[in-house]
C-alpha cells in the first residue's frame, strides 16, 4: 500500500515536471514566434525619418528658393515649412490609417485614425518586425511631407497661398494616401501585382511630377513668361539645397531597408552612385551643347539621379545604379530642354525632373532588379524576367492617369472654394509680400 502510494506520487510529480517543462517551452516559444524590437534598427530608422524631413527642411526649401525670383522666395520657403506641420497632423488623424491599415486593395480603413492600436513599444509584423509601429508610422509621415512640397516648384510665384493650402490636403487625402495603400500597403492591389518601388518612384516622385503637371496647365503662365527673364536669384541657395538633398535622401532610400543591415548599405551604395553618376550625365551633356558646364546643372543632375535611383535602390547592384543614374542625368536634361517646345510654365521643372526621372527609374527597376541583391523582390528584364518590366509600365501608367486627372479636379475644386492663383497686381508685387506681407531682403534706408 504505501509502495503504491509512494509511486503514485512519484508518477504525480513526473506529471508535474512535465507539465512545468511543457509551459517553459510553449512560452519560450510564444517569446521566439513574437516580433522583437531591435534598438539598431529603431536607431536607424529613426535618424532617416529625421535625414527625410531635413530633405524638406531645409533641403528642398532652399533648392526651390533659390531658383525662384527674389520677390517669391518666402513664399516657397513657407511652403516647404508649413506643409511639414499640416502633413503631419493629418497623417496622424487619418492619413497613415488611409495609406497603410489593411482593409481594402484600394484604400485602409479609419481603424488607426488619432493612431489608435498603433503602438511606440511594439512593431506591427506586416511592415516590420523589428521597429515599434510609431516608428515606421514616423518615417512613413515624412514621405507624405515631402511629396506635396515638389509639387510647388510647378505652380512656384503664382498660387495663392490659401489654396495651395486646401489643394495640398485634398491632394495629400485622395491622392496621395490611395497610392501609397495601392504600392506599399499590404493588401494593395498594385503590392500584390508585384510592382517594386523600393523607396518612392511611383508613389513620390511620378505622383507629384504628373500633379506639377497639371497644375502649370490650370495655373497657366506666370505673367511675362516667356518674354521677361525668369532667372534663378541665389543659386547658393539652390546648391546648397541640393546638398542637402543628397544628403537626406540616404535616409529616403537606405532608410527604407527599415533595418541596420545589409539592404540597407546595398540602398545606400545604389543611391550614391546614382546620384554621382546623373551630375556627371548632365553635366556633360549640357557641356556638350551648351559650351559651359553649370552649377545649376551638376546640381540638378545630381537630383536628377536620386529620383530614378529611388524605386530601383534596394533592388540593384552597384553597376547598374551607375548605368542608371547616368541615364538619368541625360534624360533629364533633354526633358527640362524640351519644355519650351510644349508651351507649359513648369517653373522649376519639376515634370523634366521627376515626373520623367520616375519614370525612367521605375522601368529601369524593371531592367536591373535582381533577387540577388534582395531576395524579397524579383528579377528584372537583364535577369530573365520580362513580365516585371510590364508590371513595373503599369505602375508608371497608372501612377500618371490617377494622379494627373485627380489632381486636375481638386484645383478645379479648390479653385471653385478659395481661388488657386493670385491676381496679376499680386503676383507683380511678388507673393511674399501679397501674401505674407514680408520680404527676404530687408533695405534699409
Not at 7 to 12: E, M, T
Amino acid at each position: 500500500m504505501n509502495g503504491r502510494a509512494f509511486s503514485s506520487r512519484r508518477i504525480g510529480l513526473a506529471g508535474v515536471l512535465a507539465a512545468i517543462a511543457l509551459l517553459s517551452a510553449t512560452q519560450a516559444f510564444a517569446a521566439e514566434a513574437q516580433p522583437q524590437v531591435n534598438g539598431a534598427d529603431v536607431a536607424w530608422l529613426l535618424t532617416s525619418a529625421a535625414l527625410v524631413l531635413m530633405m524638406t527642411i531645409p533641403g528642398l526649401a532652399l533648392f526651390y528658393g533659390g531658383l525662384v525670383r527674389r520677390k517669391n522666395v518666402l513664399s516657397v520657403l513657407m511652403q516647404s515649412f508649413i506643409l511639414a506641420a499640416v502633413i503631419s497632423i493629418q497623417w496622424v488623424f487619418f492619413g497613415y490609417s488611409l495609406a497603410f491599415s489593411p482593409y481594402s486593395a484600394l484604400i485602409g480603413s479609419l481603424q488607426w485614425m488619432g493612431l489608435s492600436g498603433v503602438s511606440a513599444s511594439v512593431p506591427y509584423p506586416a511592415y516590420s518586425a523589428t521597429v515599434p509601429h510609431q516608428a515606421y508610422m514616423i518615417y512613413q509621415c515624412m514621405f507624405a511631407i515631402i511629396t506635396p512640397a515638389l509639387i510647388t516648384g510647378a505652380i512656384a510665384e503664382r498660387m495663392s497661398f490659401s489654396g495651395f493650402l486646401v489643394f495640398s490636403l485634398l491632394w495629400t487625402t485622395l491622392i496621395y494616401d490611395p497610392l501609397a495603400h495601392w504600392v506599399w500597403g499590404a493588401d494593395g492591389w498594385l503590392h500584390a501585382l508585384g510592382a517594386l518601388d523600393f523607396a518612392g518612384g511611383t508613389v513620390v516622385h511620378i505622383s507629384s511630377g504628373a500633379a506639377a503637371l497639371a497644375g502649370a496647365l490650370i495655373l497657366g503662365r506666370r505673367t511675362g513668361y516667356p518674354r521677361e527673364p525668369m532667372m534663378p536669384h541665389n543659386l547658393v541657395y539652390s546648391v546648397t539645397g541640393a546638398g542637402l538633398l543628397w544628403v537626406g535622401w540616404f535616409g529616403f532610400n537606405a532608410g527604407s531597408a527599415l533595418a541596420a543591415n545589409g539592404l540597407a548599405v546595398s540602398a545606400f551604395v545604389a543611391t550614391h552612385l546614382g546620384a554621382s553618376a546623373a551630375a556627371l550625365g548632365w553635366l556633360f551633356a549640357e557641356w556638350m551643347l551648351t559650351g559651359k558646364p553649370t552649377v545649376l546643372g551638376a546640381a540638378s543632375g545630381a537630383v536628377a539621379g536620386l529620383v530614378a535611383i529611388t524605386p530601383a535602390s534596394g533592388f540593384v547592384a552597384p553597376v547598374p545604379s551607375i548605368i542608371i543614374g547616368l541615364a538619368a542625368g541625360v534624360i533629364c536634361f533633354m526633358a527640362v530642354r524640351m519644355k519650351p517646345r510644349f508651351g507649359y510654365d513648369d517653373a522649376l521643372d519639376v515634370v523634366g525632373v521627376h515626373m520623367v526621372g520616375g519614370i525612367f527609374g521605375a522601368l529601369a527597376t524593371g531592367l536591373f532588379a535582381s533577387v540577388a541583391v534582395n531576395a524579397a523582390g524579383a528579377n528584372g528584364l537583364f535577369y530573365g524576367n520580362p513580365r516585371q518590366l510590364l508590371i513595373q509600365a503599369i505602375g508608371v501608367v497608372v501612377t500618371i492617369a490617377f494622379s494627373f486627372i485627380g489632381s486636375s479636379i481638386l484645383l478645379k475644386v479648390t479653385d471653385a472654394v478659395v481661388g488657386v492663383r493670385v491676381t496679376q497686381d499680386d503676383e507683380v508685387l511678388g507673393l511674399d509680400l501679397s501674401q505674407h506681407n514680408e520680404a527676404a531682403y530687408a533695405v534699409e534706408g
